[in-house]
């Protein structure tokens, strides 16, 4: 089993940063895929980005110039730099980790880590 386990929630006010972490622990390959997922209320989990081999990422089209993922291979960890917040961004954030073709579909193979609430103020 792989665990993963988030920090850096928070309430921002809109315009504002956060910096997420999830950080792997248990049967985790450095290969895996890591990746960020997002729900917010009402609302079907969706795709934030994600991070494979040496440098891959890609990101949606919401969050893309103003999101950043980093990982630190030596500590099997992964960070999401939140820029210019708004209050859409407002969703529970989760961290995911797998084979790419698993992580990218959010699908069976992925592991999960147990989110974390991000809040963002008009």
């Known amino acids: 089993q792989v665990q993963l386990v988030e920090s850096g929630g928070g309430l921002v006010q809109a315009g504002g940063s956060l910096r997420l972490s999830c950080a792997a622990s248990?049967?985790?390959?450095?290969?895996?895929?890591m990746g960020w997922f997002r729900q917010a209320p009402g609302k079907e989990r969706e795709f934030v980005g994600i991070?494979?081999?040496?440098?891959?990422?890609n990101y949606a089209d919401s969050v893309k110039g103003r999101f950043t993922i980093s990982r630190d291979n030596a500590k099997n960890t992964l960070y999401l730099q939140m820029n210019s917040l708004k209050p859409e961004d407002t969703a529970v954030y989760y961290c995911?980790?797998?084979?790419?073709?698993?992580?990218?579909?959010?699908?069976?193979?992925?592991?999960w880590g147990q989110g974390t609430q991000v809040t963002v103020s008009s």
């Open positions: 991070s494979w081999g040496v440098d891959g990422t």
């Open positions: 995911a980790a797998g084979p790419y073709r698993a992580v990218v579909a959010g699908a069976a193979g992925t592991y």
């Open positions: 248990g049967r985790f390959f450095p290969h895996y895929a």
